[in-house]
Structure formats: structure tokens, C-alpha cells
């Protein structure tokens, strides 16, 4: 199987299996414990904190460990709905984890951000609201997780520190693939391990020290997050964002930028009509969400695909067996009669430029 969905789970990077494996034997025990070999176990975890809080530029204290993005990004809004009084400003792109939460934790208080046809958030509406009528806080993702199209998140988190309001950025599909540097710069950050090739069910939470927990009973993560921290888990993601960030530094994402745009540009000439979500936008270079043509044969792109022995993602939802469109889909104003045929191809840092060449010839050109 051909797998061109890394955009929904990177598989386990060396790095990160042989981290993990490492923390496993060496740290047995729990960091909480009194003991020697807990007090072991703490220094490590530590050791984590402080080295994932220098890729990001933040202090170590700012840091909290937890089970992946989903639950970070429930964390945030949890901590901003009883903090803050006022409007909260939600980007319409962004991921179900931070949508669901925003509309049941602030309901009212919520209001969405539009966005361009292009699959941006609309900047000039919002630098025109922050300016006449602030909010209390902003939250905009930094890619999108379906077209991977990159947000203006350095612009936004750069205007609401002049009008002193809070801005929460979930990075999850930005880390590892994009340089860290400047992250931490954010009130509020969100990532996981398994985008970037680290384990499942591992992420963290970069905020307040003043953060109000979500899980209580422990006093873990200074009492911001109950329960037993995986150690293992969080050190491999750790030395994977790690090894990501230094093959950013040699130019792995120009290069792998060239084959994505070739990609493209091959399905256009061999299906002509194929359209290029975000075509307008700076995107991710591992990320391409294409609206193909029909297909003769009646079948849906997906499961045509699979059946050629190709993992791709689907730009819709099956709902009561009819398809409609991801609400990113709908945030760009795209018509729901094509969603069956919206496809993202995501590949990753170990995806061959000759994968994407076998992908045109063997799956979507046949
Ligand atoms: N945020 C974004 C942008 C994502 O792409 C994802 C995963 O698809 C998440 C959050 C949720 O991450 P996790 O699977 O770690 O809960």
C-alpha cells in the first residue's frame, strides 16, 4: 500500500522508535515517585520540557504535556471560557477540536471568522475588527489540516499583542514539517506528536502558568494537567520534532515543495478540469487537496484509490450516505455537489519523490 495520508497520522519515525524504545528501558518508573529511579524519571521529563520549550522559544514552565492536540486544544478553550469575559474570535477553518469545544464551551461568545476562497482567514476582516470592536481572544490554526493551506498566524498573533488580546494557535499540522521558531511566541500553542512522525497520543500545551485545568486529581504538570505523564512517549516526540527541525535547517522542505508542484501539475495535464484547493495560498509542501473529475467507471476517487493500493483522504463527509463537505469546504464558499470528489494527498518526510511519480501512473491516471 501506497500511503499518502500523513496529514491524518505520520508513521513512526526512526528517531522517535528508538527514543521511545530508549525511555522505556531507562526510565522505568513513575516521575512522580519519591524514589531514586522516579526522581530519575522526572529529570528526563524535565529534560523534555526544557528542550521542546527551546525549539518553540518559551520558557519550560510554559510547557504542559498531554494526550495529543485534541485534548490540548479542549484545554485552551477551557482555560479562555472562564478566564476571559467577551467575545472570543474562532477561525471557520479550523479543526473540529477547537470548533466543538468553542461552540459548547463559549456558545454566544463565539463568533467565527470568515474565510477566502483561497482557504485563508480573512485577514483584512479581522485586523478591521480587532481594531473597532476587540475581542477577548483570537484562535487561528497555523495550516489547515484539509488543504494545507498556511495561515497568516505571525500577522495575527502580531496584531493582537498591540490590542492586548490573547491569540491561540493550533500548530499541529504546521510542527515538523515548518520551522518551530517563533511558535512560543503565541499566548496559547497546540501540537502532536503523530503528525510528525512521533507516537500517537502524545501533544502539549503551551500557555499561562495560571492555566485552569481540564483533568484534576493529580498534582502532575504543576497541577495544570492530572495524571501520570507518558514518558516514553513524550521523549520520542521530543527527538522527532528534533530531527524534523534539523532537516528543515538543510532545506528538506524546498526541495520536497518541487515535487509536490509537479505532482499537481502532472494530474492537471493527465485529468484535465482538476482543481487545486488553495491554489491561491502558500501551502504545506507535503499536503495537496485536488477536486478531481468524475470518474467513468461512477466510483468515488477514495475507494478507487485504495482499491490501486493508494491511502488518500476524503475532502467529505458521508453523512445519512450522502456526501457534504468538510466545513472547510463550506468556509471557502465551495459548492457541496463536488465534495465526493475533493481528495487530499499528504506525504511524508520518508515519501520518495518516486512515490508521487507511482501515485500518477498507477492510481490516478489509470
Ligand atoms: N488540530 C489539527 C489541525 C489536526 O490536524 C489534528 C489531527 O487531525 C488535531 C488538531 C487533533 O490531533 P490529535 O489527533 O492529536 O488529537
Redesign the pocket.
Known sequence: MHYFDH???HPLSEVARAAWLDAATRFPANPSSLHRLGARADRALEGARARLAAMLGCSPGEVIFT???????NLMVHHLAHALTGTVLVSSL?????LEPTRHELAERRQLIPATPAGVVDLPWLENRLRTRPPAAVLL?????ETGVLQPWREVAARCREHGVWFGC????WLGKLPAAGLGACAFL?G????FGGP????FLKGPTTLRPLLRGGPQEDRRRAGTQNLPGILAMVASLEARERELAVGGAEQRIVWRDRFVARVQQALPGTELLGADAPRLWNTVSLQLPPRADGRRWVVALDRLGFAVASGSACSSGRDVPSHVLEAMGRSRDNADRVVRFSSGWETPESAWEVLIRKGVSS
Open positions: 496529514a491524518a497520522t494526550s495529543g492536540a485534541t485534548e490540548s486544544n479550523e479543526h473540529p477540536s477547537v490554526m497555523a495550516a489547515n489540516n493550533d500548530a499541529a499540522q497546540t502532536c506528536a503523530h503528525k500517537p497520543g502524545v501533544g
